[in-house]
């Protein structure tokens, strides 16, 4: 998941020094990173990070795995 979204992000950020903007994502096709833009840039400043993704991606995963410390050991 992580390496495919590595993949995307750094092909379509390639020429633009690995920022997306939301002409870069328009440009790369990427149309979840347009249509959820402003929240994917946490800090608002126009740019997105691949951290900033990469954490965007990782809160809405369907497949979150719970915390650890709320899993109760039945014994
Ligand atoms: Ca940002």
């Given at each position: 998941m992580?390496?495919?979204?590595?993949?995307?992000?750094?092909a379509?950020?390639?020429r633009s020094?690995?920022?997306l903007?939301?002409e870069?994502?328009?440009?790369a096709n990427?149309?979840?990173?347009v249509?959820?833009?402003?929240e994917?840039?946490?800090?608002?400043?126009g740019?997105?990070?691949?951290a900033?993704?990469s954490d965007?991606?990782?809160?809405?995963?369907?497949v979150k795995?719970?915390s650890?410390?709320?899993?109760?050991i039945?014994e």
């Open positions: 992580t390496q495919r979204l590595r993949t995307k992000f750094d379509a950020t390639a020094n690995h920022l903007t939301p870069v994502a328009r440009e990427w149309g979840f990173a249509s959820h833009f402003a994917i840039d946490r800090d608002s400043d740019f997105v990070t691949f900033e993704i965007f991606m990782d809160e809405r995963s369907p795995m719970p650890e410390k709320q899993i109760q039945i």
